[in-house]
Protein backbone atom coordinates (compact mmCIF):
# COMPACT_ATOMS: atom_id res chain seq x y z
CA UNK A 1 0.00 0.00 0.00
CA UNK A 2 1.41 3.32 -1.01
CA UNK A 3 0.88 6.26 1.13
CA UNK A 4 0.91 9.68 -1.55
CA UNK A 5 1.57 11.89 1.32
CA UNK A 6 4.59 10.79 3.03
CA UNK A 7 6.95 10.04 0.10
CA UNK A 8 7.59 7.27 -1.84
CA UNK A 9 5.84 3.97 -1.85
CA UNK A 10 7.54 1.52 1.01
CA UNK A 11 6.98 -1.80 1.56
CA UNK A 12 4.24 -3.32 3.54
CA UNK A 13 6.25 -5.57 5.45
CA UNK A 14 8.73 -4.33 7.66
CA UNK A 15 12.60 -5.54 8.73
CA UNK A 16 13.39 -6.27 12.08
CA UNK A 17 14.66 -3.72 13.69
CA UNK A 18 12.12 -1.47 11.93
CA UNK A 19 9.84 0.33 14.17
CA UNK A 20 5.97 -0.42 14.48
CA UNK A 21 3.93 3.45 14.19
CA UNK A 22 2.99 4.31 17.68
CA UNK A 23 5.92 2.12 20.07
CA UNK A 24 8.06 4.10 21.76
CA UNK A 25 11.88 3.37 22.45
CA UNK A 26 14.04 4.89 26.07
CA UNK A 27 16.28 6.98 25.46
CA UNK A 28 19.70 5.72 26.32
CA UNK A 29 19.70 8.29 29.37
CA UNK A 30 16.56 7.22 30.52
CA UNK A 31 14.17 10.03 29.16
CA UNK A 32 11.84 8.98 26.75
CA UNK A 33 12.34 10.06 23.41
CA UNK A 34 10.46 11.13 20.93
CA UNK A 35 8.64 8.50 18.84
CA UNK A 36 5.86 7.29 16.86
CA UNK A 37 3.20 10.22 16.78
CA UNK A 38 4.82 12.92 18.50
CA UNK A 39 7.92 11.76 16.28
CA UNK A 40 5.80 12.38 13.32
CA UNK A 41 4.62 15.84 14.54
CA UNK A 42 8.08 16.95 14.98
CA UNK A 43 9.41 15.60 11.65
CA UNK A 44 6.17 17.20 10.15
CA UNK A 45 7.39 20.64 12.12
CA UNK A 46 10.80 20.41 10.84
CA UNK A 47 9.88 19.85 7.33
CA UNK A 48 7.60 22.93 7.74
CA UNK A 49 4.62 20.17 6.53
CA UNK A 50 1.66 18.59 7.99
CA UNK A 51 1.51 14.83 9.59
CA UNK A 52 -1.15 12.26 8.42
CA UNK A 53 -3.73 13.54 10.35
CA UNK A 54 -3.44 16.76 9.15
CA UNK A 55 -3.41 15.86 5.52
CA UNK A 56 -7.05 14.02 5.99
CA UNK A 57 -9.11 17.33 5.65
CA UNK A 58 -7.45 18.28 2.73
CA UNK A 59 -8.64 15.19 0.99
CA UNK A 60 -11.86 15.63 2.65
CA UNK A 61 -12.60 19.21 0.86
CA UNK A 62 -11.30 17.95 -2.48
CA UNK A 63 -14.27 15.23 -2.03
CA UNK A 64 -16.18 18.03 -0.70
CA UNK A 65 -15.82 20.28 -3.89
CA UNK A 66 -16.31 17.48 -6.00
CA UNK A 67 -19.57 17.03 -4.88
CA UNK A 68 -20.63 20.41 -4.84
CA UNK A 69 -19.80 20.67 -8.86
CA UNK A 70 -21.80 17.61 -9.11
CA UNK A 71 -24.77 19.38 -7.12
CA UNK A 72 -24.19 22.89 -8.97
CA UNK A 73 -24.57 21.42 -12.25
CA UNK A 74 -27.46 19.39 -11.39
CA UNK A 75 -28.91 22.28 -9.91
CA UNK A 76 -27.88 24.41 -12.86
CA UNK A 77 -29.94 21.94 -15.62
CA UNK A 78 -32.98 21.55 -13.14
CA UNK A 79 -33.18 25.49 -12.85
CA UNK A 80 -32.57 26.12 -16.52
CA UNK A 81 -35.39 23.13 -17.45
CA UNK A 82 -37.97 25.18 -14.90
CA UNK A 83 -36.59 28.69 -16.33
CA UNK A 84 -37.73 27.37 -19.89
CA UNK A 85 -40.81 25.55 -18.71
CA UNK A 86 -41.94 28.73 -17.13
CA UNK A 87 -41.02 31.23 -19.72
CA UNK A 88 -43.04 28.51 -21.97
CA UNK A 89 -45.97 28.58 -19.04
CA UNK A 90 -46.18 32.54 -19.74
CA UNK A 91 -45.92 32.90 -23.20
CA UNK A 92 -48.96 30.17 -23.71
CA UNK A 93 -51.08 32.42 -21.19
CA UNK A 94 -51.11 35.09 -23.46
CA UNK A 95 -53.85 35.91 -25.84
CA UNK A 96 -53.09 38.15 -28.93
CA UNK A 97 -54.67 39.81 -31.79
CA UNK A 98 -53.17 41.42 -35.00
CA UNK A 99 -53.97 45.23 -35.05
CA UNK A 100 -53.62 44.87 -38.84
CA UNK A 101 -52.08 48.79 -38.62
CA UNK A 102 -55.34 49.97 -37.99
CA UNK A 103 -53.94 52.24 -35.26
CA UNK A 104 -51.41 54.25 -37.67
CA UNK A 105 -47.69 54.61 -36.88
CA UNK A 106 -45.47 56.42 -34.32
CA UNK A 107 -42.11 58.35 -36.12
CA UNK A 108 -38.98 58.03 -34.19
CA UNK A 109 -37.59 61.56 -33.12
CA UNK A 110 -34.37 63.34 -33.91
CA UNK A 111 -32.49 60.45 -32.66
CA UNK A 112 -34.28 57.18 -33.70
CA UNK A 113 -36.05 56.90 -30.53
CA UNK A 114 -40.33 56.07 -31.09
CA UNK A 115 -42.81 57.07 -28.30
CA UNK A 116 -45.17 53.97 -27.61
CA UNK A 117 -49.00 54.82 -27.56
CA UNK A 118 -51.18 51.99 -25.61
CA UNK A 119 -54.64 51.91 -25.61
CA UNK A 120 -56.07 50.16 -22.49
CA UNK A 121 -59.16 48.81 -22.39
CA UNK A 122 -61.35 47.69 -19.83
CA UNK A 123 -64.26 45.53 -21.25
CA UNK A 124 -67.56 44.80 -19.81
CA UNK A 125 -67.91 41.68 -21.79
CA UNK A 126 -69.74 38.90 -19.55
CA UNK A 127 -68.01 35.69 -21.88
CA UNK A 128 -67.60 33.05 -18.74
CA UNK A 129 -69.39 32.07 -16.15
CA UNK A 130 -66.72 33.95 -13.83
CA UNK A 131 -67.47 37.36 -15.56
CA UNK A 132 -71.23 36.51 -15.42
CA UNK A 133 -70.57 36.15 -11.62
CA UNK A 134 -68.54 39.02 -11.29
CA UNK A 135 -70.33 41.50 -13.58
CA UNK A 136 -74.20 40.47 -13.21
CA UNK A 137 -76.66 41.02 -15.62
CA UNK A 138 -76.54 37.14 -16.86
CA UNK A 139 -79.53 35.83 -15.28
CA UNK A 140 -81.72 36.09 -18.08
CA UNK A 141 -80.01 35.89 -21.12
CA UNK A 142 -77.01 33.94 -19.68
CA UNK A 143 -73.16 33.74 -20.79
CA UNK A 144 -72.79 36.61 -24.00
CA UNK A 145 -70.74 36.63 -26.87
CA UNK A 146 -70.07 40.74 -27.35
CA UNK A 147 -68.77 43.04 -25.09
CA UNK A 148 -68.31 47.02 -24.88
CA UNK A 149 -65.21 49.22 -24.15
CA UNK A 150 -66.44 50.72 -20.69
CA UNK A 151 -62.44 51.78 -20.08
CA UNK A 152 -60.21 53.27 -22.38
CA UNK A 153 -57.32 55.04 -21.91
CA UNK A 154 -54.12 56.15 -23.89
CA UNK A 155 -50.99 55.71 -22.51
CA UNK A 156 -48.40 57.66 -24.03
CA UNK A 157 -44.72 56.79 -23.09
CA UNK A 158 -42.13 59.62 -24.45
CA UNK A 159 -39.43 58.95 -26.91
CA UNK A 160 -36.42 58.95 -24.40
CA UNK A 161 -39.13 57.77 -21.65
CA UNK A 162 -38.93 60.54 -19.19
CA UNK A 163 -42.75 61.20 -19.04
CA UNK A 164 -45.80 59.31 -19.60
CA UNK A 165 -49.37 60.37 -20.33
CA UNK A 166 -52.46 58.33 -19.83
CA UNK A 167 -55.79 60.19 -21.26
CA UNK A 168 -59.00 58.77 -20.72
CA UNK A 169 -61.99 58.81 -22.91
CA UNK A 170 -65.13 58.81 -21.26
CA UNK A 171 -67.46 55.96 -22.55
CA UNK A 172 -70.70 58.19 -23.45
CA UNK A 173 -68.61 59.70 -26.00
CA UNK A 174 -70.26 59.95 -29.44
CA UNK A 175 -68.25 59.73 -32.78
CA UNK A 176 -68.00 58.08 -35.95
CA UNK A 177 -67.02 54.12 -35.72
CA UNK A 178 -65.28 53.07 -39.21
CA UNK A 179 -65.74 50.40 -41.47
CA UNK A 180 -64.82 47.08 -39.18
CA UNK A 181 -64.51 43.52 -38.97
CA UNK A 182 -63.90 41.18 -36.44
CA UNK A 183 -61.55 38.81 -37.88
CA UNK A 184 -62.39 36.44 -34.93
CA UNK A 185 -66.58 36.17 -35.15
CA UNK A 186 -67.12 37.65 -38.33
CA UNK A 187 -68.98 40.33 -37.50
CA UNK A 188 -68.77 43.61 -39.17
CA UNK A 189 -70.25 46.87 -39.71
CA UNK A 190 -69.61 49.52 -42.78
CA UNK A 191 -69.52 52.61 -40.16
CA UNK A 192 -71.84 54.58 -38.19
CA UNK A 193 -72.07 57.46 -35.56
CA UNK A 194 -72.55 55.87 -32.09
CA UNK A 195 -71.27 55.70 -28.34
CA UNK A 196 -67.38 55.78 -28.75
CA UNK A 197 -67.24 52.01 -26.40
CA UNK A 198 -69.47 50.02 -28.90
CA UNK A 199 -66.60 49.72 -31.61
CA UNK A 200 -65.09 46.59 -29.49
CA UNK A 201 -68.16 44.35 -30.22
CA UNK A 202 -66.12 44.14 -33.83
CA UNK A 203 -63.28 43.35 -32.23
CA UNK A 204 -60.16 44.78 -29.94
CA UNK A 205 -58.27 46.13 -33.75
CA UNK A 206 -61.87 48.55 -34.36
CA UNK A 207 -61.75 50.23 -31.27
CA UNK A 208 -57.69 50.88 -31.71
CA UNK A 209 -59.18 52.62 -34.92
CA UNK A 210 -62.32 54.78 -33.29
CA UNK A 211 -59.85 56.06 -31.06
CA UNK A 212 -57.29 56.70 -33.53
CA UNK A 213 -59.43 58.30 -36.23
CA UNK A 214 -61.10 60.75 -33.06
CA UNK A 215 -58.27 61.75 -31.41
CA UNK A 216 -55.61 61.84 -34.47
CA UNK A 217 -53.05 60.00 -32.14
CA UNK A 218 -50.81 56.84 -33.72
CA UNK A 219 -51.74 54.20 -31.73
CA UNK A 220 -49.32 51.26 -31.56
CA UNK A 221 -50.13 48.25 -28.90
CA UNK A 222 -53.61 47.72 -26.89
CA UNK A 223 -54.13 45.82 -23.33
CA UNK A 224 -57.43 44.89 -22.63
CA UNK A 225 -58.58 43.06 -19.36
CA UNK A 226 -61.77 41.85 -18.09
CA UNK A 227 -63.75 41.57 -14.95
CA UNK A 228 -61.84 38.77 -13.83
CA UNK A 229 -58.46 40.16 -15.11
CA UNK A 230 -58.75 43.41 -12.50
CA UNK A 231 -59.49 41.02 -9.64
CA UNK A 232 -56.62 38.96 -10.68
CA UNK A 233 -54.14 41.78 -11.29
CA UNK A 234 -54.94 43.63 -7.96
CA UNK A 235 -54.27 40.29 -6.22
CA UNK A 236 -50.97 39.46 -7.49
CA UNK A 237 -49.67 42.97 -6.39
CA UNK A 238 -51.04 42.14 -2.93
CA UNK A 239 -54.20 44.99 -3.13
CA UNK A 240 -54.12 48.89 -3.88
CA UNK A 241 -54.79 51.36 -1.03
CA UNK A 242 -57.00 54.17 -1.87
CA UNK A 243 -58.81 56.49 -0.47
CA UNK A 244 -62.66 57.53 -0.25
CA UNK A 245 -63.62 61.48 1.22
CA UNK A 246 -66.57 60.04 2.83
CA UNK A 247 -68.64 57.04 3.56
CA UNK A 248 -69.56 55.27 0.03
CA UNK A 249 -72.09 52.63 -0.75
CA UNK A 250 -72.39 52.17 -4.75
CA UNK A 251 -75.76 49.67 -5.01
CA UNK A 252 -75.02 49.57 -8.45
CA UNK A 253 -70.95 48.22 -8.15
CA UNK A 254 -71.95 47.04 -5.04
CA UNK A 255 -68.67 49.05 -3.43
CA UNK A 256 -69.11 49.42 0.33
CA UNK A 257 -66.23 51.42 2.31
CA UNK A 258 -66.25 53.57 5.14
CA UNK A 259 -64.16 57.41 4.77
CA UNK A 260 -60.75 56.85 4.71
CA UNK A 261 -57.38 54.41 3.35
CA UNK A 262 -58.55 50.87 2.26
CA UNK A 263 -56.33 48.27 0.84
CA UNK A 264 -58.41 46.57 -2.03
CA UNK A 265 -57.81 43.33 -3.72
CA UNK A 266 -60.29 40.91 -5.86
CA UNK A 267 -63.84 41.79 -6.41
CA UNK A 268 -63.27 45.09 -3.59
CA UNK A 269 -60.67 46.16 -6.56
CA UNK A 270 -63.16 45.53 -9.32
CA UNK A 271 -65.98 47.26 -7.33
CA UNK A 272 -64.22 50.14 -7.26
CA UNK A 273 -63.12 50.75 -10.99
CA UNK A 274 -66.42 50.16 -11.86
CA UNK A 275 -68.26 52.41 -9.30
CA UNK A 276 -69.94 55.20 -11.63
CA UNK A 277 -72.59 56.31 -9.25
CA UNK A 278 -70.72 56.43 -6.19
CA UNK A 279 -68.03 59.04 -7.33
CA UNK A 280 -68.20 62.80 -8.95
CA UNK A 281 -71.40 63.75 -10.42
CA UNK A 282 -72.40 59.83 -10.40
CA UNK A 283 -71.29 59.86 -14.36
CA UNK A 284 -68.81 58.34 -16.24
CA UNK A 285 -66.56 61.67 -15.91
CA UNK A 286 -66.17 61.12 -11.99
CA UNK A 287 -65.38 57.08 -12.70
CA UNK A 288 -62.51 58.15 -14.76
CA UNK A 289 -60.91 60.31 -11.97
CA UNK A 290 -61.37 57.39 -9.10
CA UNK A 291 -60.01 55.21 -11.68
CA UNK A 292 -57.23 57.40 -11.95
CA UNK A 293 -55.66 57.20 -8.33
CA UNK A 294 -56.39 53.47 -8.20
CA UNK A 295 -53.79 53.22 -11.14
CA UNK A 296 -51.85 55.51 -9.70
CA UNK A 297 -51.44 53.57 -6.74
CA UNK A 298 -51.21 50.46 -8.43
CA UNK A 299 -48.27 52.06 -10.23
CA UNK A 300 -46.77 53.18 -6.87
CA UNK A 301 -47.13 49.44 -6.21
CA UNK A 302 -45.05 47.91 -9.00
CA UNK A 303 -42.72 50.68 -8.23
CA UNK A 304 -42.33 49.87 -4.42
CA UNK A 305 -39.74 48.17 -3.02
CA UNK A 306 -39.62 44.43 -2.79
CA UNK A 307 -42.41 44.10 -5.79
CA UNK A 308 -40.13 43.61 -8.77
CA UNK A 309 -37.14 42.54 -6.89
CA UNK A 310 -38.91 39.33 -4.73
CA UNK A 311 -38.80 36.19 -7.18
CA UNK A 312 -42.36 34.51 -5.92
CA UNK A 313 -43.86 38.44 -6.27
CA UNK A 314 -42.58 38.57 -9.35
CA UNK A 315 -43.83 35.18 -10.79
CA UNK A 316 -46.85 35.87 -9.29
CA UNK A 317 -47.20 38.83 -11.35
CA UNK A 318 -46.34 37.50 -14.57
CA UNK A 319 -48.56 35.12 -14.67
CA UNK A 320 -51.60 36.81 -13.79
CA UNK A 321 -50.82 39.52 -15.93
CA UNK A 322 -50.15 37.05 -19.06
CA UNK A 323 -53.63 35.05 -17.50
CA UNK A 324 -55.67 38.75 -17.29
CA UNK A 325 -53.99 40.64 -20.56
CA UNK A 326 -55.33 40.31 -24.40
CA UNK A 327 -52.58 41.96 -26.09
CA UNK A 328 -51.84 43.02 -29.81
CA UNK A 329 -49.33 40.93 -31.83
CA UNK A 330 -46.64 43.29 -30.70
CA UNK A 331 -47.16 42.65 -26.96
CA UNK A 332 -47.81 39.32 -27.35
CA UNK A 333 -44.99 37.53 -25.86
CA UNK A 334 -43.22 37.43 -22.10
CA UNK A 335 -39.81 39.02 -23.88
CA UNK A 336 -41.83 42.11 -25.30
CA UNK A 337 -44.09 42.43 -22.13
CA UNK A 338 -41.15 42.58 -19.89
CA UNK A 339 -39.47 45.18 -22.22
CA UNK A 340 -42.55 47.10 -21.80
CA UNK A 341 -42.42 46.89 -18.06
CA UNK A 342 -38.96 48.19 -18.32
CA UNK A 343 -40.08 51.24 -20.24
CA UNK A 344 -42.94 52.19 -17.60
CA UNK A 345 -40.67 51.75 -15.18
CA UNK A 346 -38.09 54.16 -16.25
CA UNK A 347 -40.60 57.24 -15.85
CA UNK A 348 -40.44 58.94 -12.58
CA UNK A 349 -44.16 58.99 -11.01
CA UNK A 350 -44.24 62.71 -10.96
CA UNK A 351 -43.79 62.29 -14.33
CA UNK A 352 -46.10 60.49 -15.32
CA UNK A 353 -50.04 62.35 -15.88
CA UNK A 354 -53.56 61.35 -15.51
CA UNK A 355 -56.07 63.33 -17.73
CA UNK A 356 -59.75 62.86 -18.73
CA UNK A 357 -60.75 63.82 -22.51
CA UNK A 358 -62.50 66.88 -22.21
CA UNK A 359 -66.46 66.90 -23.47
CA UNK A 360 -69.37 69.07 -23.85
CA UNK A 361 -73.02 67.52 -23.48
CA UNK A 362 -74.42 65.76 -26.65
CA UNK A 363 -77.05 68.44 -28.27
CA UNK A 364 -78.90 65.13 -29.09
CA UNK A 365 -78.50 63.39 -26.02
CA UNK A 366 -78.53 64.80 -22.62
CA UNK A 367 -76.63 61.53 -21.56
CA UNK A 368 -74.20 61.63 -23.83
CA UNK A 369 -71.26 63.29 -24.41
CA UNK A 370 -69.13 64.83 -27.27
CA UNK A 371 -65.89 66.14 -27.70
CA UNK A 372 -65.66 69.39 -25.69
CA UNK A 373 -63.06 72.57 -25.48
CA UNK A 374 -59.59 71.84 -25.34
CA UNK A 375 -59.31 68.34 -26.01
CA UNK A 376 -57.85 68.91 -29.40
CA UNK A 377 -54.94 70.37 -27.64
CA UNK A 378 -55.14 67.21 -25.24
CA UNK A 379 -54.52 65.08 -28.25
CA UNK A 380 -51.82 67.66 -29.63
CA UNK A 381 -49.71 67.01 -27.00
CA UNK A 382 -50.04 63.63 -26.58
CA UNK A 383 -49.44 62.67 -30.91
CA UNK A 384 -46.55 65.93 -30.52
CA UNK A 385 -44.89 64.01 -27.82
CA UNK A 386 -45.17 66.53 -25.34
CA UNK A 387 -45.26 66.22 -21.47
CA UNK A 388 -47.76 67.22 -19.24
CA UNK A 389 -46.23 66.13 -16.08
CA UNK A 390 -46.27 69.65 -14.38
CA UNK A 391 -49.59 69.67 -14.27
CA UNK A 392 -49.92 73.40 -13.23
CA UNK A 393 -50.67 74.27 -17.26
CA UNK A 394 -47.86 76.12 -17.74
CA UNK A 395 -45.89 75.73 -20.84
CA UNK A 396 -42.26 75.29 -20.57
CA UNK A 397 -39.84 77.88 -21.12
CA UNK A 398 -38.60 75.82 -23.98
CA UNK A 399 -41.78 75.33 -25.50
CA UNK A 400 -42.95 78.98 -24.45
CA UNK A 401 -39.87 80.26 -26.65
CA UNK A 402 -40.71 78.28 -29.38
CA UNK A 403 -44.20 79.03 -29.80
CA UNK A 404 -43.14 82.89 -29.23
CA UNK A 405 -40.60 81.85 -32.30
CA UNK A 406 -43.37 80.31 -34.46
CA UNK A 407 -46.19 82.74 -33.75
CA UNK A 408 -48.30 82.61 -37.04
CA UNK A 409 -49.65 85.91 -38.09
CA UNK A 410 -52.87 84.50 -38.57
CA UNK A 411 -54.10 82.00 -35.55
CA UNK A 412 -55.08 78.60 -36.63
CA UNK A 413 -58.22 78.88 -34.54
CA UNK A 414 -59.70 80.89 -37.70
CA UNK A 415 -57.91 79.17 -40.89
CA UNK A 416 -60.14 76.32 -42.30
CA UNK A 417 -58.98 74.23 -45.18
CA UNK A 418 -60.10 72.21 -47.51
CA UNK A 419 -58.24 69.13 -48.23
CA UNK A 420 -58.57 67.04 -51.39
CA UNK A 421 -57.00 63.30 -51.49
CA UNK A 422 -55.43 62.95 -54.78
CA UNK A 423 -53.64 60.10 -54.30
CA UNK A 424 -54.82 56.55 -54.49
CA UNK A 425 -54.98 56.08 -50.28
CA UNK A 426 -58.15 55.88 -49.28
CA UNK A 427 -58.53 58.43 -45.87
CA UNK A 428 -55.64 60.59 -47.09
CA UNK A 429 -57.48 63.70 -46.75
CA UNK A 430 -59.06 62.40 -43.61
CA UNK A 431 -55.50 62.00 -41.90
CA UNK A 432 -54.38 65.50 -42.66
CA UNK A 433 -57.54 67.32 -42.02
CA UNK A 434 -57.60 65.39 -38.67
CA UNK A 435 -54.15 66.49 -37.91
CA UNK A 436 -54.94 70.14 -38.92
CA UNK A 437 -57.89 70.08 -36.28
CA UNK A 438 -55.85 68.22 -33.80
CA UNK A 439 -53.21 72.11 -34.29
CA UNK A 440 -55.78 74.12 -33.17
CA UNK A 441 -57.34 74.37 -36.93
CA UNK A 442 -60.49 75.49 -37.35
CA UNK A 443 -63.62 72.77 -37.04
CA UNK A 444 -64.69 74.36 -40.56
CA UNK A 445 -62.00 72.38 -42.17
CA UNK A 446 -63.58 69.83 -45.03
CA UNK A 447 -62.55 66.92 -46.86
CA UNK A 448 -62.76 65.60 -50.71
CA UNK A 449 -61.53 64.12 -53.64
CA UNK A 450 -59.72 65.80 -55.83
CA UNK A 451 -60.42 65.96 -59.39
CA UNK A 452 -57.81 64.17 -60.81
CA UNK A 453 -54.61 62.60 -59.12
CA UNK A 454 -52.20 64.80 -58.35
CA UNK A 455 -48.28 64.15 -58.57
CA UNK A 456 -47.37 66.96 -55.90
CA UNK A 457 -48.94 68.30 -53.13
CA UNK A 458 -49.95 72.00 -53.31
CA UNK A 459 -51.48 74.39 -51.13
CA UNK A 460 -53.44 77.49 -52.89
CA UNK A 461 -55.02 80.09 -51.26
CA UNK A 462 -56.83 83.27 -52.43
CA UNK A 463 -56.24 86.91 -52.91
CA UNK A 464 -55.00 88.10 -49.66
CA UNK A 465 -54.61 84.78 -47.96
CA UNK A 466 -51.35 84.05 -48.15
CA UNK A 467 -50.64 84.75 -44.36
CA UNK A 468 -52.94 81.96 -43.56
CA UNK A 469 -51.59 79.92 -46.72
CA UNK A 470 -48.07 79.94 -44.31
CA UNK A 471 -49.47 78.89 -41.29
CA UNK A 472 -50.76 75.84 -42.55
CA UNK A 473 -47.64 75.12 -44.63
CA UNK A 474 -45.33 75.79 -40.90
CA UNK A 475 -47.50 73.57 -39.35
CA UNK A 476 -47.92 70.54 -42.23
CA UNK A 477 -43.65 71.49 -42.41
CA UNK A 478 -44.98 72.22 -46.48
CA UNK A 479 -42.53 74.00 -48.50
CA UNK A 480 -43.22 77.46 -49.36
CA UNK A 481 -42.31 76.27 -53.19
CA UNK A 482 -45.87 73.84 -53.03
CA UNK A 483 -47.99 77.55 -52.32
CA UNK A 484 -49.54 79.20 -54.94
CA UNK A 485 -52.29 81.97 -55.40
CA UNK A 486 -55.40 80.93 -56.91
CA UNK A 487 -58.13 82.93 -58.80
CA UNK A 488 -61.05 82.07 -56.07
CA UNK A 489 -61.01 82.35 -52.25
CA UNK A 490 -60.52 79.87 -49.16
CA UNK A 491 -57.47 77.37 -49.10
CA UNK A 492 -57.66 74.69 -50.85
CA UNK A 493 -54.75 71.55 -49.98
CA UNK A 494 -54.89 68.92 -52.61
CA UNK A 495 -52.58 65.42 -51.47
CA UNK A 496 -50.33 64.65 -54.00
CA UNK A 497 -48.42 60.78 -54.57
CA UNK A 498 -45.27 62.77 -52.82
CA UNK A 499 -46.92 62.62 -49.37
CA UNK A 500 -49.02 59.63 -48.75
CA UNK A 501 -48.38 58.94 -45.06
CA UNK A 502 -48.15 60.74 -41.84
CA UNK A 503 -49.34 64.20 -41.02
CA UNK A 504 -46.78 65.84 -41.90
CA UNK A 505 -45.05 66.37 -45.26
CA UNK A 506 -42.23 63.96 -46.13
CA UNK A 507 -38.65 65.92 -45.58
CA UNK A 508 -40.17 69.55 -44.57
CA UNK A 509 -38.18 70.36 -42.22
CA UNK A 510 -40.94 72.39 -39.94
CA UNK A 511 -41.72 71.02 -36.52
CA UNK A 512 -45.50 72.03 -35.99
CA UNK A 513 -45.25 74.57 -32.58
CA UNK A 514 -45.94 73.02 -29.58
CA UNK A 515 -49.42 72.79 -28.48
CA UNK A 516 -50.75 74.81 -25.46
CA UNK A 517 -50.52 72.46 -22.82
CA UNK A 518 -52.27 75.47 -20.58
CA UNK A 519 -55.48 74.18 -23.25
CA UNK A 520 -54.23 70.66 -23.07
CA UNK A 521 -55.16 70.04 -19.10
CA UNK A 522 -57.79 72.71 -18.94
CA UNK A 523 -61.37 71.08 -17.47
CA UNK A 524 -59.10 67.41 -17.48
CA UNK A 525 -58.72 66.78 -13.65
CA UNK A 526 -55.15 66.39 -14.26
CA UNK A 527 -53.24 64.61 -11.68
CA UNK A 528 -50.03 62.70 -11.63
CA UNK A 529 -49.05 59.49 -10.01
CA UNK A 530 -46.95 60.64 -6.85
CA UNK A 531 -50.22 62.32 -5.51
CA UNK A 532 -50.08 59.24 -2.61
CA UNK A 533 -52.91 61.72 -0.43
CA UNK A 534 -55.75 62.06 -3.04
CA UNK A 535 -59.04 60.91 -2.04
CA UNK A 536 -61.52 59.70 -4.09
CA UNK A 537 -64.82 62.69 -4.08
CA UNK A 538 -67.69 60.77 -2.92
CA UNK A 539 -70.36 61.98 -4.97
CA UNK A 540 -73.05 64.49 -3.03
CA UNK A 541 -75.58 63.82 -5.57
CA UNK A 542 -78.57 61.07 -5.08
CA UNK A 543 -76.93 58.78 -7.47
CA UNK A 544 -78.37 55.54 -5.57
CA UNK A 545 -81.08 54.49 -4.22
CA UNK A 546 -81.57 51.32 -1.57
CA UNK A 547 -85.61 49.84 -2.07
CA UNK A 548 -86.68 52.31 -4.77
CA UNK A 549 -85.50 55.91 -2.75
CA UNK A 550 -83.09 57.62 -3.68
CA UNK A 551 -80.04 58.91 -1.88
CA UNK A 552 -76.40 59.79 -1.77
CA UNK A 553 -73.95 57.09 -1.69
CA UNK A 554 -72.67 58.37 2.24
CA UNK A 555 -76.48 57.98 3.21
CA UNK A 556 -76.97 54.78 1.56
CA UNK A 557 -73.99 53.30 3.67
CA UNK A 558 -75.46 54.61 7.13
CA UNK A 559 -78.98 52.92 5.43
CA UNK A 560 -77.02 49.55 5.18
CA UNK A 561 -75.15 49.17 8.26
CA UNK A 562 -75.82 45.45 8.31
CA UNK A 563 -73.86 44.82 5.24
CA UNK A 564 -70.13 44.26 5.23
CA UNK A 565 -68.21 46.53 3.86
CA UNK A 566 -66.17 45.79 0.60
CA UNK A 567 -62.76 45.12 2.68
CA UNK A 568 -64.14 43.81 5.67
Given amino acids: MSDPWDGPPRQATRSPDARVPGQRRAATDGTRSPGGRAATRAAARARGGRGVRAGRPVGRGRRVLRILGICLSVLIVITSGAGWWFYQHLNGNIHSVSLDGKGGTEKADAFGRTPINILVMGSDGRTSATDCKLGGGCSKTGVQSGSN ?289 GRGFSSGTTTANAPSPATTTTLTYGTGQKAEARTVAEALGLPASHLKQGTGTGLTLVLGSDWTSGSGYPGGGSAPAPADTKAAVSDAHASTADQAKTCAKVSPYKTVAINGVPMTPSQAYAAARSKPDSDG
Fill in 149 to 437: ADVQMVMHISADRSNATVMSIPRDTMTRVPACRNSASGQSTNGYYGQINSALQYGPACQVATVHQLTGIPIDHFVKLDFSGVVKMSDAVGGVPVCVSDDVYDTYSHLKLSQGTHTLKGVAALEFVRSRHGFGDGSDLGRTISQHIFLSAMIRKFKSAGTLTDPSAVYGLADAATKALTVDDGLGSVKKLIALAADVNKVPTRRITFATMQTAPDPANKERVVVGAGAKALFSTIAGDQSLSTGSGKKSKAAAATAKATAPAVPASRIAVTVENGTPITGRASAVATALT
